[in-house]
């Protein structure tokens, strides 16, 4: 939570941190301390113990008022930048200029941490500046102070995940009946979507038979909806809150044969049975090696034979991780996996997701989006689990 | 274009380059060098004067081949990754070793430039880290290897822009002549969007009245669309592909009275003169010069005056730059600007986009994207610029 970043700062010894960026569009981290759009970005400084700055173009001060999570806002005009600008030969030297002027200005005098989704070719060069201005720029291994605050969701954030969470179940309940080609349900979708206020950048998965047997294959949209064909149904959007949500249902049109049925069965018990056993203080190991012990005792192969040094790779089975954590990103921590150290916490929004692929066949995998509690989860996933669709 | 990063790393003494995220969304980097989506990400490296190789989950091996610009995909299980994990109590431990593995396998020995939109803070960790491993890693200031790479656009990204231009076109020449509120002109966009399989972000500007005069000002969506009020039409949709367009249309509704007709005809002027100014050789302060001479003649004011040390601030006339360069990007590198020292060559991609606002009366904009050639330039925006609509 926002209000964790003080705590976590002092806890790593940092004095200052620095969030920039040319925009908040999949930048977390700055959508998150601007608290919204900020359409060219800008650059956001918190002294340990103090309230942040943000400092923005004379453009975007209108933007960064209505983001509304940060009180103390500037322009760079203020900050003298045009004159930066002239007096350097590049942009790339007059913005490390403007960022050592600021952290004085604001009293930072210890470690400085650089934050913001950005070209690390330039991030190294602007630490490399810096230093040569006095500021002592430091890295962070994950989970970063503001990976951390992030992590758990106070109200505001759970009640914009809520919202995207039935918005995107009104969709998949409104298309799963339908039947067509691939193309023409994608479109379907889309248009849903565009109802809804919600974007898919990066797509929607409908994968009918085979295809569904590669986790990551979107769908062919030329492919025709056989009866009896097993269909993976993936569909991950985002709100214009910056919040996400994640869904996958797997399912036939018409009757399901004993192998579809198996395993289907299977991937719902393993998916039922984690998102039951989850609650604040489970690890994400445990609860990937609860679905690995319920997927192999039905016969499948998991990934836990990698790990164990069984096999080199994989590409039958459960051949994926458990879950990731959801927010202002579509994979953030805690992770469920077998090399996960996460320890599940209140507040913290994950995915439940077990799947089995079987190559030249399919693959059924079946994924809800949960609010971790003291006691169990709130499913933020409301679409039933069906295998067959008449 | 993508050719050019051998010659790109000749001149600034690099031996390899890395790129490398978990995801190619908002990525321009990655996704320019994989050539398409990695819903997982990956890693890509380069040697000097060698095919390059793209590193990526089990998972993903079919993403990477489907993408298709990378002839040698390997697999981070064909790199021991798991065992690397096992053996690092942390990933951010186990990568630095994988990516220095790797490097050396490749042969690479000089300077090695780490490419990808990252967090600066882990960024930071993995250059420390690779360097106590022995790799020599440099920043960059822009233009990168990259983004110079990227600046001029090959035959097919062509095709791909002159597309997503046509479609956003298309929903705009549909959209114009509608009246509604705001919240109902944006949804239908929105669905029109679907339609055209395009994506918008950034979501959609569509100011009425004095909301227009804030540049970045979405628009509100209970406002009513009056008779002759001036509109500010932004729209910014991004294709599959990963390729943008970017549009600004302004006009009334009913008809314009002498003070909206005569700030539509300077800045028409304006961006028409630009336009037509333009060519390879052109440079972006050029450009942006002329669409000053003509708004200031036509008895507003420029940011010009900032550039003069006239004024601190200016939020009244044309108060921002005159373009950008579009690609995989919506705003990148050349920069049509006063502070511009971009010159434009053939192949490359820009905004042209002057405008003038009147806080507490209105804006007006006006944009096309064009495709820069040696005589003149390709208009990739083929819609009307009328100011009254009927």
Not at 190 to 211: C, D, H, Q, Y
Request: hydrophobic content about 40%; proline content about 3%.
């Amino acid at each position: 939570m926002i209000g964790d970043i003080d705590s976590k700062m002092r806890s790593k010894g940092i004095d200052g941190i620095v969030v920039f960026g040319d925009t908040t569009l999949a930048d977390p981290d700055l959508s998150y301390v601007a608290g919204g759009v900020l359409p060219r970005g800008g650059t956001y400084f918190k002294k340990l113990g103090r309230p942040p700055l943000l400092v923005v173009s004379n453009l975007d001060y209108g933007s960064a008022r209505r983001a509304g999570k940060v009180t103390r806002i500037q322009t760079l005009t203020q900050w003298g930048y045009e004159k930066l600008l002239k007096r350097f030969e590049d942009r790339s030297d007059a913005f490390p200029h403007l960022i050592s002027q600021i952290l004085r200005a604001e009293g930072v005098r210890g470690k400085v941490v650089l934050f913001g989704r950005n070209d690390v070719a330039k991030g190294l060069r602007l630490a490399e500046r810096l230093g040569r201005l006095g500021v002592k720029v430091v890295g962070q291994q994950s989970p970063t102070v503001l990976e951390a605050a992030r992590d758990r969701k106070d109200g505001k954030e759970l009640e914009e995940l809520r919202k995207v969470g039935a918005k995107t179940a009104r969709v998949v309940n409104e298309v799963g009946r339908r039947r067509a080609t691939v193309g023409l349900i994608k479109f379907m979708i889309a248009s849903k979507l565009a109802r809804e206020n919600l974007i898919a950048p990066e797509g929607t998965i409908f994968a009918v038979g085979p295809s569904g047997a590669d986790p990551h294959n979107a769908g062919v949209d030329a492919a025709e909806i056989k009866k009896g064909r097993l269909i993976v149904f993936d569909i991950f959007p985002q709100a214009q809150s910056g919040y996400w949500s994640d869904l996958t249902r797997s399912f036939v049109v018409g009757r399901a044969d004993a192998r579809a049925r198996k395993l289907f069965e299977t991937v719902r018990d393993a998916q039922v049975s984690s998102v039951d056993y989850l609650r604040a203080g489970i690890t994400g190991e445990a609860a990937m090696e609860l679905s690995c012990d319920i997927i192999e005792r039905a016969g499948y192969r998991t990934v836990r034979e990698i790990f164990q040094g069984k096999t080199k790779s994989l590409s039958t089975g459960f051949i994926h991780s458990l879950g990731h954590g959801v927010g202002l990103t579509i994979g953030e921590s805690p992770y469920l996996s077998l090399s996960s150290r996460d320890s599940l916490r209140s507040g913290e929004v994950v995915t439940v997701e077990p799947g089995i692929y079987i190559p030249g066949y399919g693959g059924v995998r079946i994924e809800d989006t949960v609010a971790v509690r003291t006691r169990g989860v709130e499913n933020l996933t409301k679409v039933e689990k069906e295998l067959e669709l008449n």
